[in-house]
């Protein structure tokens, strides 16, 4: 079983990508040959200014190590820093039709959002298919939103192997454990985001308890005092139980038992301390890598070393398989 997954550079990481992605990778660690990505070259479509990718690159790295990732066991590596992404995307674009994208949900709405949107959005999914493809992957751990993408890393997999032989493992979906979707926490109609432009909308990993009391104290509910577990009627209370219960352990409706008579402030109350207590240790170890200015680069070198390893190969296989003609000596002088 090899598993691989990726996260954009492209904002702050938030309670929300530790419970649906961080704590779960950490577990898959154990069970799994883990590889997982820093996605700089997909943040590129974001319109992230320059200085915010480079930061938040080593900074999701280490809170992927402060959150209990063992550099020892699953590879951590940015994804610019191994070119066989970019360079099987180009072919894997001449795989994909481009009905495929249009289709693609995630890319729609962008477009009616802002019709000027850049041509990389258009392409992303061919790049993520290339991502997963280049390793061999078996397991992909995604959510409902990723879900149509990996669709398409599948079916390019199979057209191609289809075409040229069997280069590609087809790999399968690694459905997130039930709970696992965190809402927005002023608007429980939408997904918790790092992108969105409102902080409010969410508890960033390095925010100190001051922060995290004010933000879940003003998160959205409704105007019933009682506590009860109803997505559809209730969303607001909805997400803080769904919340509660992924770093609790405990069952949504245990809790909305617990906390039926207490009402909305003691929920909030609790919460705030679970969440605190939940990010104390990650942000000291976080305090703690970062003390050592040049540990997380190393950390990243060593994981493209090992991310090369095996993706170079598989580019060499499929450039074969294309009739792509291999460098020689000579060629590579004359350049």
């Known amino acids: 079983m090899r598993v691989f997954s990726a996260v954009q550079p492209s904002g702050r990481l938030h309670i929300g990508n530790y419970v649906g992605g961080l704590a779960q ?48 066991r699953a590879t951590l590596f940015v994804q610019s820093h191994v070119t066989a992404h970019a360079q099987l995307a180009w072919v894997l674009a001449c795989t994909a039709r481009v009905g ?10 962008r477009r009616d959002e802002a019709p000027n949107t850049n041509a990389g959005l258009f392409e992303y999914p061919i790049l993520m298919a290339a991502d997963i493809l280049l390793y061999a992957t078996t397991h992909v751990p995604v959510g409902a939103d990723q879900k149509q993408h990996l669709e398409l890393a599948r079916t390019l997999a199979r057209r191609f192997n289809q075409r040229y032989g069997p280069v590609f493992v087809v790999p399968e979906p690694l459905m997130p454990e039930a709970g696992a979707r965190i809402m927005a926490l002023d608007n429980p109609a939408e997904k918790m985001s790092k992108s969105s432009p409102r902080d409010a909308s969410r508890v960033h990993l390095l925010d100190g308890p001051d922060a995290v009391a004010a933000k879940i104290r003003g998160a959205v509910t409704d105007s019933f005092q009682n506590i009860t577990y109803d997505p559809t009627g209730r969303p607001g209370l909805a997400n803080l139980l769904t919340l ?50 040049g540990l997380v680069d190393r950390v990243l070198a060593e994981g493209a070393v090992r991310a090369r390893a095996i993706a170079d190969p598989t580019l060499v296989e499929v450039s074969r398989a294309v009739g792509l003609l291999a460098p020689t000596a000579s060629s590579a002088l004359a350049r």
């Open 244 to 293: 509660y219960a992924a770093l609790s352990g405990d069952t949504v409706e245990s809790l909305a038992s617990r906390f039926l008579a207490s009402g909305h402030e003691a929920l909030k109350r609790s919460l705030t301390d679970l969440v605190v207590a939940t990010l104390g240790p990650l942000q000291t170890r976080y305090a703690e890598l970062t003390a050592d200015p």
């Open 25 to 72: 990778f950490v577990r898959l660690q154990h069970a799994s040959e883990a590889i997982y990505c820093i996605a700089d070259l997909h943040a590129l479509t974001s319109g992230t200014a320059p200085e915010d990718i480079r930061a938040h690159t080593r900074e999701v790295a280490a809170l992927y190590l402060a959150s209990g990732l063992d550099p020892g």
């Open 100 to 109: 495929e994208l249009m289709r693609m949900t995630q890319y729609k709405a």
